[in-house]
DNA sequence: CTGAAAGCGCTTACAG
DNA sequence: CTGAAAGCGCTTACAG
């Protein structure tokens, strides 16, 4: 074994003549012990590099101070910036990070799980795979451990949940389109309503009704696996319709972006005959040209919000379990996709 | 505390009437042990759904079967389709995996190095941060555990190195434009060479000295912090030379995005008058028009070898640490930025 | 083939 | 103010 031992308790006690107790909580800062001796404990501690090993105290006191997060994909734009969110503020308060990708496999997400749980984290956090039908392993989880879910999230579980504000969100981008001026405006959604495609339909249904425009479903577009190469089948579709649409929505940046590139190949105007938006704010939405009107999340800052909470919730532990929901505000980013100043 | 308690060996111990160390043994299947015994012991710790306690046994074996790793920045797409291959190849062989950022902070890398030598992980994977000094924090960690590293390597520490065939792959890129007739190649790399920009720089010209292409410093242009805005600026004097250059090679997708912003920008044709050829083959690469030629770097499987090396050292551990560079091969993917079909 | 016992490095109730 | 001792859950050399 390469692995060099660090110095121990026992032998900072032997060299100062004390018990390892006392040497214990002198570097604990126990109020029992006199500040002299404190003293003499750290300067020595100091000295010899000491680092307490996180592991047997981990293991002493049932707290390993690590999280498991676990998201479905690792490499969504979006997804990276709550995990940098996440390991910040995971990191300022003490904890560390380990992090498992579900790949939108349920099975997947639960053995993750377990093993998080056998392995001694001190909390989860997650976002939920897609189409997750059985919550039965999660709750299972809840009852062993602190759980606090972001993003995909699902009203079967009563945990803390951190989202955005998905519907109010999806209000805003389609009243701007109203406000400039669009009456007929088409949105691509998912098939089997996920909780974030059905608040962002909801938002769509609300401003049409508030600014008195008639739904019609001609241009109510469902797809799954909502992507680019859907967008653009779908923008396709809607050019065929006898009365286009003069804005689209699509609940997703890339799937805005497919749309993007068939209206460019067919010449059709953006924002003038048809404006778009898109919801993310990924980077791909400043490169697209003309570049794309969407939704900013500030996932850092989901991160965070999420970590606090957990982190609460570990060192404050309540019996009862109960949902609360924590919102986050989002920005509507007005570029050339639906505005030419 | 809400976590509830696992079932022990001691309690298995005690309902089958069999000492601790018994169903120890015959759970990690000992050959000491009848055939019949450990029957017995597996059967009922399923029953009783018995998951080791690994913490316990990490603990004692000194060993925790945690991986670290540290980057600079985690989204980075290149670095997530890295971090996907480490987190899948570390499940398969039974490891789980810290990730932390460095945020090319070289004080903040050493901290993390420590905290994770502190905490007791098995072994390092790391990307250097940009423009890292000292590597002594490094050198001493690597006393203590095995350590690999990947894409960003220094050749001051000797410890395997995971890295794609960068002075080939620039090679490759400069070679296809030289094939589609260009002769007057610009390069945008970065200042202070890195690592990376440094080899592909040999690439490029190696590329030019075997086709008896001279070198033309006007054309050479240097960045620090090479981005979008810095390529877009670097094309602008590019495009205000006396004789331009009839094709701009770019070491970052970013940058190359940047100079097909700027060319469009001026109506310059691309590839006709100007072709454009980048490196990473990130998702904007495809969404940019037209759509760029660039490296394709295949992170998974670098994350994936750089794993399997650690564990391997960690596991079978030598005495010497040498140096050893495992290349993996790039592949060029040529799109409409340099040939148009 | 099985068991008793030591020990990994630390914390903490108990005693003085 | 300080110390002796138990114990967290497991593994493993030693003994039989």
Chains 1, 2 share one sequence.
Not at 3 to 19: C, E, G, P, R, V
Not at 48 to 63: E, K, Q
Not at 158 to 175: D, F, H, M, W
Not at 277 to 299: C, E, H, K, M, R
Request: proline letters at 3%; a positive charge.
């Amino acid at each position: 074994m390469k692995k060099k031992q660090n110095i121990t308790l026992k032998a900072l006690a032997k060299t100062l003549d004390l018990s390892i107790s006392t040497v214990s909580r002198a570097l604990n800062d126990h109020p029992d012990i006199s500040w002299e001796t404190k003293e003499r404990v750290k300067t020595l501690a100091d000295k010899h590099n000491y680092v307490p090993n996180l592991f047997a105290s981990g293991f002493r006191s049932h707290r390993t101070h690590i999280l498991g997060v676990i998201v479905p994909n690792i490499s969504h734009y979006f997804t990276t910036t709550i995990l940098k969110g996440v390991l910040e503020e995971g990191e300022n308060l003490g904890y560390r990070v380990i992090i498992s990708e579900s790949k939108n496999d349920e099975k997947k997400q639960s053995e993750m799980l377990r093993t998080m749980v056998q392995f001694g984290v001190d909390g989860v956090l997650m976002a939920l795979s897609r189409k997750t039908k059985s919550v039965d392993e999660i709750l299972k989880v809840m009852n062993r451990l602190p759980l606090v879910m972001f993003d995909k999230v699902s009203g079967k579980i009563p945990c803390t949940e951190v989202v955005i504000n998905e519907e109010e969100a999806a209000y805003n981008a389609v009243e701007h389109l109203i406000n400039t001026g669009k009456r007929r405006i088409a949105i691509i959604k998912e098939t089997e309503g996920s909780y974030n495609s059905e608040k962002r339909y909801q938002g769509y249904l609300r401003a049409l009704k508030e600014y008195h425009i008639p739904v019609d479903e001609k241009i109510v577009l469902s797809t799954e696996d909502i992507s680019l190469a859907k967008g653009r089948m779908m923008a396709n579709i809607l050019l065929s319709l006898k009365t286009r649409p003069d804005a689209i929505f699509a609940i997703t940046d890339s799937a805005a972006i497919g749309v993007i590139k068939a209206l460019n190949k067919f010449k059709v105007k953006i924002p003038e005959e048809i404006a778009v938006v898109g919801f993310s704010n990924s980077a791909s939405s400043t490169i697209i040209n003309p570049s794309l009107t969407t939704v900013d999340q500030p996932g850092n800052k989901i991160g965070r919000t999420a970590v606090k909470y957990l982190i609460d919730e570990i060192e404050n532990p309540k019996e009862d379990m109960f949902s609360k929901t924590i919102e986050i505000k989002t920005n509507l980013i007005v570029r050339d996709s639906s505005f030419k100043a």
